[in-house]
Structure formats: C-alpha cells, structure tokens
C-alpha cells in the first residue's frame, strides 16, 4: 500500500511540472525582442489572448443548432467534467460571448465594450465568468498563452531620492515590454509582427507608459543622454507574466459593497501614503496601483451585480470601456487592456433599462443574455453532475426522478404556446421528442417562445439551484427514513411542500406552478405505466419477430409486391390488418400511415448501407409501437387483480415483475413502489374494460 502514496518528493515534481519553465528566469529585452519575431502572439492584447484561450481546449460544432460548443464549458477538462455546462441555450450564450471577445479581438469594436451577462438567478452566468477566469490563468501558464512584462532595476544607481526599498520595481501595470518602445519604433516592431502573424487579427499597442515607469524612463534616459538602448539593458529585466486570482495579477474581481461606503478609488487606485514622505504628494511614484482595473490589466475584470452600483460609480466604466484608460484622483489618464465582464440579474437590468441618465453606459454594453436551460434531459445533467459531485454514493436514483424534475423546471420557464400545441408538448418539441410525423415546428415555438417572453425564453421561472435544494431536501429525508433509494414521488412532494417558501419565487406564479406540477405528475404516471406494462409483458425475441414481420409486410407495400405466408409458404398480399394494429398503437391516421412506412424503410434502407442490420429496439418510433401492440397481444394472459391486491399474488410472479423492472434501472425497493403506484393505474383501467 506505501508505495501507491504520493511523496513529497513526487509532490513536489508533479508541482514543478506544472509551473512554466522561465516563471523565476529574468531575461533581458533583447530575448523579448527576438522572441515576439519568432512568435508574435507573445504581444497579444487582452481581448486577442481570451479569444485564443477557448479555442485552446478544443472546440465542436454543433450543426443541427449552429453553435460552436468550446469543451472549456462542455467538457471542463481541467476540473475532469466537475464544471460542465449543459443545455443548447447556454452553449449558445457561450457561443456568443466568445464571437463577442473575438470581434473585440479583430477590433471591430466590441473590445470598447462591457460583455453583461445578463439572467435569472442560478441560470449559470457566475459560474461561467469563474471559468473562464480558471481557464484564462491555465492558459497564461501554457507556451501558448504565454505572456510577459518588465520590472526596472537598479534605480538606486540612478535616481538620487529613490527609496531603498524600491531598487526593483515591477511593472505597476504588469504592461507588455514593447511599451518601453516609443511609438515611432514600436510601430516598426509591430508592422514586422503582422508580416509573419497566422492569425486573425493583427498585433496592436499604442499604450502609454503608466506614470511611475514613465517617470523612470525620463530620469534614465537623461542619465544616459537618450540612448535608449543602455537604458534597456542595465535597468530592464523581462519576467513571465502568469494570471492569477488570488494575487491580484492580471485578473480581479469587482463586489459591490454599501452605497456610503463605495469608493472609486477601489477601481482606479488610491494614493500610496507610505510613500508620501519620500517622494511627496505629487510625484508618480507615490501612487498605489492596487484598483481593481489596475490589476486586471493584461486580462480580465469580473464586475459582480455590476447594476447595483451606484450611477455615479458607473462612470468610471465609461472610460474604461470606451476609451480604454483609467482616471485616478489627482493623476494623469493611465491605458488599460483587459476584457471587461459585467455580471446582473433582472430587477437590476429593468431598473437600469429604464433610466435616462444611464444612457451612454448601457450603450457602452453588450448585453448577452443567459438563460436557463429549456431542455429536461440537459436540466437532468445538471442534477446529476450535482450528485456526482458530492457524497452520495448508496442512494440509488430511480427512473425518471431526475428528468421529471427537470421537465417541473422547463415548464415554469417556457411561454404558454397557442391551443394546437400543449405546454408538456412544447417541452417534449424542445428536448428533441418530436417523431417525423408531428406536426409541430420548433422553429416557429422557439420563435413565438421568444416572441411571447419578456426579455427572452428561460429568462424566468425555477431556477436549477431551487430544483437541486429540494432534491438535495428529498435524498436527506430518504436517508433519515432508512430508504436507499430516491423517487420521481419523493421529489414531486418536496417541490409541493417548498413553492411557497422559497424567496426567489413570486406569490403570483404558485398557482401557476402548482398546476405545472400536476402535469409533471401526469407525465410521470404516464411513464411509470409504460415501465409496469413493459415488466409485465415485455419479450425481446416477441418484439424481434414482430419487428421483422412488419418490415417484411412494409417493404412488400412499398414495392407492390407479394410476402411469403409464415404458415403456409404461399405469396400474399402485404397484412394490412396487421400493418394498422402496429400504427394505430402511436395514433398515426389512415391518411398518414404511407409516410410514416416510407419513414421506416429508409430507416432501414440507410442502416444497410452502413452495414449495420435491423433491429427494431434502435427505431424508438417503431419499437413503441411494437411494444404497445404486444401489450395488447399479452394482456389478456396477465392476473390484474393481483396488482390490485397483493393476497392474490404469487410470490413467484411478483419476483418476475421486479425482476423486469429492475432491469429498466429500478432498485428492488423503487421497482416495488413503481409497482404499488403505476401497477394499480394499470390494472384498475384495464379490470374497467
């Protein structure tokens, strides 16, 4: 077992791999210089640098929605999956926000402009902003996302009053080296750059230097009678530049705090006062670069609940954003560079909407909405990354639990369509169960959806967090009561009890979700029929046959051909009686039932070109159909009274039925449920006929 332990000193390697080569390696500008020549995306601009992180970690597109999916937020590699987002909506505000960073990137104007990730409560937006600042801080450590800046050296040496203590001054700004150039030669630099950049944009920086370097460089270069060049060598080293957080280094975050207590100075920096009696009120060197858009410089400023500042305090974006430089109190303009992401919920963004006077900021904004998500099954995922994620390892999930949870929360967050189509139905088009032979148009739903919205489509209703809460609630209970196993029942009973208690939900929605969750119920019952009916007289080689059978008599009616009798050998016509039974089990007309059997034989037709051969249980149309007709072929055989009371039931036969059941996914204790529940339905209308 000792040697499956990690040591310290395999500890301390894993760490040393992780850390770049040249992180404590101080270089002279001479390196920096030949090594943008030989990869110019050294010198990137913030917004060029995000852009090219998402692509980074590989991306996929999705072309049935037009989205491109960056496996940063739907695969989460660094995290092994712990972060992944699901849902066609938000992929689609990922998708977004990235051609937003990478317009920005081309300078096409979006990087003059704060990215508001605007939505609902839980809908995702913060978690996404931590990611991407999680992911820009891995990048920054790769050789691709490498980055760099400068620290002076020796002032002492040079400057009389310089304070001991600030012999070696780093970058305030954490700027790129190339703005030690004066424009003029930079500008040569720059246009070498372009000749031999792959990439989409072209490098650019006409940043000035921030006053205390700019003051160094002034006082050098007249020790040194201008000559820029021993300037640069004897007080210039070059050092790796790695994002971090925690440090305050290239990424920071932004909190609103109380109104009378809010200074702007936490944005733009404050005087340093230790530094006053040393070099006095008004040199450079006395200030404190220490404002949340100072140290955001080079990458990326979080504003979180960016709205509930206070107007006033939102000026100061302004000119961040727009003119892309900070105003500290008493001090000249300094240039910033960062991607700045803005963070509001929706009583915040209507209040904002609506004023006036806050015109020119939010024509400062993009605006990118972030809704929740409107696909049941993907709501599932978030759940059961959620049980992934935590200490639950006994509690068996049943069936259906997870989903029907989701479906609750789709439904509170989807408009009302018109009377052709219902709200269950609506979902059902969304989550991708629409057959062929619906008439339903998604398209049109998602756009009368958006249409019908006050902001936007799952721009309001339950949130996932409200949803995890109570199944979370639902798990603890069945733990208490020595239940191993957690039901689509349990949950739908939490959510009843919990409505009215939870802040976040209006007083005027409850009925309105009440009712929601009477559907949900239905829909479930409707499913847990399904599962008993597929217990009680499921057979995979009865399914098989028939499947075949069908094919056999569908092919023939295509063709207008004759099938051979199973019985007798001799040709027939196609079994029209027989072909009906099948489709009339999914309600498909008499006037629809040519499409639907040109549907299935090119079903088939495509699996034999790929060499892959029949199988009814891979067409969900067809085997539902099948199933329902060999409930109907089987029913007759089956003891319903003995699903109504279990004296009447053989222990033998009971077995077999949870046996089946367990086989769909059920634990022994959730299939007897099940049984108890959906057996009864079943039996009760089946004794009625």
């Not at 990137?44 to 970690?57: G, T």
């Not at 639902?474 to 039901?487: E, P, V, W």
Request: charged content about 35%; glycine content about 6%.
């Amino acid at each position: 077992m000792n040697g499956d332990r990690e040591t310290l000193e395999t500890l301390s390697r894993a760490y040393k791999d992780s850390v770049p080569e040249d992180l404590r390696e101080a270089k002279r500008f001479g390196w920096y210089l030949d090594a943008v020549y030989e990869d110019p995306r050294i010198a990137r601009n913030a917004h060029q640098r995000v852009a090219d992180m998402f692509d980074h970690y590989g991306t996929d597109y999705d072309e049935q929605a037009g989205v491109v999916e960056y496996r940063m937020a739907s695969e989460d590699p660094l995290h092994d999956g712990e972060n992944t987002f699901y849902g066609r909506e938000v992929h689609e505000s990922i998708h977004e926000f990235v051609n937003k960073v990478k317009s920005g990137a081309r300078g096409l104007g979006p990087q003059k402009r704060i990215k508001l990730l605007l939505g609902p409560v839980g809908s995702g937006k913060s978690h996404f902003d931590w990611m991407v600042r999680r992911y820009f801080e891995d990048y920054t450590t790769t050789d691709a996302g490498r980055m760099y800046t400068f620290r002076w050296t020796n002032l002492c040496d040079v400057i009389r009053d310089q304070d001991p203590g600030d012999d070696v001054v780093t970058s305030p700004m954490n700027q790129d080296p190339l703005v030690l150039l004066p424009q003029p030669q930079r500008d040569e630099v720059i246009e070498r750059l372009n000749e031999t950049l792959d990439a989409p944009y072209t490098i650019r920086n006409d940043q000035t230097l921030d006053p205390a370097s700019e003051f160094y460089l002034d006082a050098l270069l007249a020790k040194y009678d201008d000559e820029l060049q021993e300037v640069l060598e004897n007080h210039i080293e070059i050092v790796r530049l790695v994002a971090s957080e925690n440090k305050r280094q290239c990424v920071e975050t932004f909190e609103p705090k109380d109104k009378k207590n809010q200074d702007e100075t936490e944005l733009t920096g404050d005087v340093n006062y230790s530094k006053l009696a040393v070099y006095g009120e008004s040199d450079p060197r006395a200030f404190d670069y220490s404002g949340a858009f100072c140290n955001a410089n080079r990458g990326l400023f979080s504003g979180e609940e960016l709205l509930k500042l206070q107007r006033e305090f939102l000026y100061d974006f302004l000119h961040a954003s727009q003119e892309q430089t900070i105003k500290p109190k008493n001090n000249p303009r300094i240039d910033i560079d960062q991607v700045i992401v803005g963070r509001t919920n929706m009583p915040e963004y209507r209040e904002k909407k609506g004023d006036e006077k806050m015109e020119a900021f939010n024509d400062r904004t993009k605006r990118i909405d972030f809704p929740y998500v409107l696909e049941y099954d993907e709501e599932a995922e978030i759940y059961r990354k959620m049980l992934r994620n935590a200490d639950v390892p006994d509690m068996h999930i049943e069936p259906h639990t997870l989903e029907m949870a989701g479906l609750f929360g789709v439904l509170t967050r989807i408009t009302e369509p018109d009377e052709s189509v219902s709200l269950v139905q609506k979902a059902k088009a969304y989550n991708g169960e629409i057959d062929d032979g619906d008439d339903i148009d998604v398209r049109k739903l998602r756009e009368n959806g958006e249409a019908a919205a006050d902001i936007g489509e799952g721009m309001d209703g339950v949130s996932a967090r409200f949803i995890g809460d109570e199944i979370a609630e639902a798990i603890m209970d069945s733990t208490h009561r020595g239940r191993s196993y957690l039901s689509s029942l349990s949950v739908f009973s939490h959510f009843e009890a919990n409505l009215e208690n939870h802040g976040s939900i209006p007083e005027d929605n409850l009925d309105r979700y009440h009712r929601y969750l009477e559907l949900v119920r239905e829909e479930y019952k409707n499913r847990a029929i399904e599962d008993v009916r597929h217990a009680l007289a499921y057979d995979v080689d009865e399914i098989r046959r028939q499947g075949e059978k069908y094919m056999d008599h569908v092919m023939a009616y295509i063709d207008d051909a004759t099938v051979e009798d199973e019985l007798t050998g001799r040709e027939q016509e196609p079994d029209e009686t027989f072909l009906r039974s099948v489709e009339e089990k999914l309600e498909i007309p008499d006037d629809r039932k040519d499409d639907f059997r040109q549907e299935v034989s090119n079903w088939v037709s495509r699996r034999a070109r790929d060499g892959t051969s029949f199988d009814p249980q891979d067409n969900d149309r067809l085997r539902r159909a099948l199933e329902r007709k060999l409930w109907e072929d089987k029913k007759h055989n089956i003891n319903f009274s003995a699903l109504v009371s279990a004296n009447e039931l053989d222990d033998d036969e009971r077995s077999a039925w949870i046996d089946a059941l367990i086989e769909q996914g059920y634990s022994s204790s959730g299939a007897r449920e099940v049984l108890e529940f959906a057996g009864a339905e079943v039996a009760k209308s089946e004794l009625e006929e």
